[in-house]
């Protein structure tokens, strides 16, 4: 059976102040007032029965996420004792899977991603399914890039397709500089790594096994636990001894018979504030606008007040403009690197405030 | 004897989301963290013996001015059933202290300026007490202007003193554009008109029944209700039919022997948010700022906070940036003319909501 493994472990500070550790970015409503989370277990629906969505976080969430999305229950989630990177995440899912149904295969997606063409997705998707359920491949998604953007991963591909839109993996490159950004796109043989991942439970704890054996060790006792009945402290234990390490740097850059299903359907990783305005619906100023804004003389900003306390923006253009019970952010958009700062400076305020 | 009639009716948009109905510009902490207010009183202290300082307002400030300033009592307030403007709130007042002391003079003082230089404030009302003491004259206090402002009006004043620091006036001018000021400001023969006066109760009355006939004819109407117990309904009725008018436009712009007294005391009437900026103390960045608040690459702005949320601004300067339970607003420091329009599109906001 196929089942969609929605990674949901971040915390992420970069979308300060609507982010918070008890709003992870996985619970925004950046887009269309639903949860990312929401959307994303909306996106992939078409593809896999409702029983067989699963969630992996950490136990401080579930609470947060079963209040987002009352349909979700227990059943739902893997808990992860702590977050530990993907690598162990995946893992983790994996082993629980087998426990079900030993030929289980997965369809790995962040949480906190946004997809615009959900149609096209699906497609890409379909394929990367076909592809693992008859040669067993590694499969993951790269999208066509538009941009020579700097803060994505990319993937090298071979020119000849194996099945229509599917080509083997020559390589993956980490986020490059501008100028090798712009040589990846001249090429066009690169396309961004989405982090969405298709293979079955089997092979992916089998590369596990090759290329990170501690991690496929600490994976062996926790999956002993779990035949024995799950006992948490024993569970916990056996995580505990794991190190952070992503799907990506300790398996994808070494396996063998890696494919990636070619997509083009309006994705971004929605990393920061430029992020959240550009994939939002503009008005005809240019401006993303939600609860009691009003902006006089304003364009091409994002305009967001959470409660009923009004937020006037005057002839500034070109800002992002947030106003929580947090707190409240102005930026330009071209600086909205500098928010994890903020979200720093802020941590400091509150804790010299409780000295 | 002596007594500070402090002028405290008005409410305000000019300052929001700081000043709102509840909470009027004479009550907000722009310096020093004291009100307008408590400033003002603290400020003609020197002069007026506590129990002869009156503010005249309306019913519904009187408990919050207690609230801002609790030495206050009772009988430190004049109240008018309904704001008509600063010509009948002087006109009452000096109805009610004719009752206590017939010889009573006014040191009339609006309760929502600054001063920054009190011993000079202090020496230039002394003088126009005197003034009044001995040749019951009429005295205003006019500042040495600094700019060519086109937010106040003017005073033309005779060159040769007629006592040390005190001048004949020779007109009131209406806040005039950018070149007569410029040519005022070159004749140094103008001063910025304070709107501070010094008179005797009995002469500015005199005044009134010679110029606003009909505001004198409704003072009587008052003055036999407060002689018969203070009837508070028969009060109201004579106020009732008073127009608003203002002292200047009523009085002084035909008053004969009117008098100004020179001053140079760091004085603003805090009219907008720039000059709330320009009169507070800057930090070496040139940032003036209150509450949490953190400034990233920001210079020359006004950052308030007036809760426990942050208020972040990153890499934008010479700007008004102000959060506060009643919203927030950012504008630059050259259009803060439009935070005016700011509250009016609040307040739709509000009566929309409220349908």
Redesign the interface.
């Known amino acids: 059976m196929v089942y969609a493994v929605i990674m949901a472990g971040g915390i992420g500070t970069r979308f300060?102040?609507m982010s918070t550790p008890e709003r992870p970015k996985q619970l925004l409503r950046l887009f269309r007032d639903k949860p990312m989370i929401e959307l994303t277990i909306n996106r992939i629906s078409p593809l896999v029965a409702w029983e067989k969505i699963r969630i992996v976080t950490i136990p401080e969430q579930v609470k947060l996420m079963t209040e987002a999305v009352p349909r979700l229950s227990g059943k739902h989630f893997i808990v992860e004792p702590f977050a530990r990177n993907t690598a162990p995440c995946i893992g983790l899912a994996a082993v629980e899977l087998m426990q079900e149904d030993p030929d289980a295969i997965m369809v790995v997606l962040p949480a906190d991603h946004l997809i615009t063409e959900e149609q096209e997705f699906i497609k890409s998707v379909q394929r990367g399914i076909s592809m693992v359920q008859e040669t067993d491949a590694i499969v993951t998604l790269g999208i066509k890039p538009n941009r020579p953007e700097t803060g994505y991963g990319y993937i090298q591909y071979e020119r000849d397709e194996v099945q229509p839109g599917l080509h083997r993996v020559v390589t993956f490159a980490e986020k490059p500089n501008l100028e090798t950004a712009r040589r990846f796109i001249a090429t066009q043989e690169f396309l961004w790594n989405s982090g969405i991942f298709i293979w079955s439970a089997r092979r992916i704890l089998s590369e596990i096994e090759e290329y990170i054996p501690e991690l496929y060790a600490a994976l062996e006792d926790v999956q002993t636990a779990l035949e024995q009945g799950g006992d948490i402290i024993r569970i916990k234990r056996a995580y505990q001894s794991i190190k952070p390490i992503s799907i990506d740097y300790g398996v994808m850059e070494n396996a063998r018979n890696v494919y990636v299903a070619h997509g083009d359907f309006g994705w971004s990783d929605v990393g920061n504030w430029e992020e959240a305005y550009r994939m939002n619906e503009h008005d005809s100023s240019g401006n993303v606008k939600y609860g009691?804004v009003?902006g006089?003389d304003t364009e091409n900003s994002f305009l967001y007040?959470e409660d009923?306390?009004?937020?006037?923006?005057?002839?500034?253009s070109n800002?992002i403009?947030v106003?929580t019970?947090?707190?409240?952010?102005?930026?330009?958009r071209d600086?909205v690197q500098?928010?994890r700062?903020?979200a720093e400076?802020?941590f400091k305020?509150k804790n010299k405030?409780k000295r």
């Open positions: 300060w102040p009691p009003i006089i007040s009923d306390r009004p937020l006037a923006v005057v002839g500034l800002v403009a106003d019970a947090e707190g409240t952010l102005i930026c330009p600086r500098e928010v700062q903020v400076e802020v305020l405030k």
